[in-house]
């Protein structure tokens, strides 16, 4: 059974940062690209990053670009998201993902994260 | 960037109703579009991919049609455990935008 447990979301301070994880379990995780998708309380979904197999591709939505880092330790069959200088509207929930064939196939249950003073 | 506008935002339906929801795409997306369902408190779960292929274990009552620019996603003969948000996504290739959403309420 596929199984995606994100973790590490807690409250930030803004400016500061935090790492998430997602550990990737029941599949061969070496051969699927994977993503973050976050959804903020109250609204629709939001496209974070994608990282392809090997982790030597990396996209990202604009929003994130300089500040958020997708990474992957296939060794480990684990997903990271390192999120930097943190804002008010980066809070929401994080979903990692798996892709297959270029759609979003199976989701963890989320991660909290809370970017507040 | 490519922009994904869903419409209606909500809808109120009756058990049994047929119901279809659209998705327009900004520019050409060819079929390389997906549909989720997501219930309160729950993650996404993938309903449709490459705009009419039903995933595994989605029942035949979901029907997703499309090409281009506009797409649909039709429930036929809708059940009550089918109340949940419904989101279209641009898939295969950066940026994997999604829409909006539309909100499926049942009387």
């Known amino acids: 059974e596929v199984q995606l447990v994100e973790s590490g979301g807690v409250l930030v301070q803004p400016g500061r940062s935090m790492k998430l994880s997602c550990a990737a379990s029941?599949?061969?995780?070496?051969?699927?690209?994977m993503a973050w998708v976050r959804q903020a309380p109250t609204k629709g979904l939001e496209w974070v990053a994608t990282?392809?197999?090997?982790?030597?591709?990396?996209y990202y939505r604009d929003s994130v670009k300089g500040r958020f880092t997708i990474s992957r330790d296939n060794a480990k069959s684990t997903l990271y998201l390192q999120m930097d200088s943190l804002r008010s509207e980066d809070t929401a929930t994080y979903y990692c993902?798996?892709?297959?064939?270029?759609?979003?196939?199976?989701w963890g249950q989320g991660v909290m994260v809370t970017v507040s003073s | 960037n490519i922009v994904m506008t869903q419409s209606p935002k909500s809808m109120s339906i009756s058990v049994g109703d047929r119901v279809t929801m659209n998705c327009k795409a900004s520019?050409?997306?060819?079929?390389?579009i997906a549909w989720y369902q997501q219930k309160p408190g729950q993650s996404p779960k993938l309903l449709i991919y490459?705009?009419?292929n039903r995933y595994n274990g989605v029942p035949d009552r979901f029907t997703g049609s499309g090409y281009g620019t506009d797409f649909t996603l039709t429930i036929n003969s809708v059940q009550a455990e089918d109340a949940a948000f419904y989101y279209c996504?641009?898939?295969?290739?950066?940026?994997?935008?999604f829409g909006g959403g539309t909100k499926l309420e049942l009387k």
């Open positions: 993902t798996t892709i297959t064939e270029g759609y979003f196939d199976y």
């Open positions: 990282i392809s197999t090997s982790g030597g591709s990396t």
């Open positions: 490459y705009a009419s």
């Open positions: 029941g599949f061969t995780f070496s051969s699927f690209p």
């Open positions: 520019q050409n997306v060819y079929n390389n």
């Open positions: 996504q641009r898939i295969y290739n950066s940026p994997w935008t």
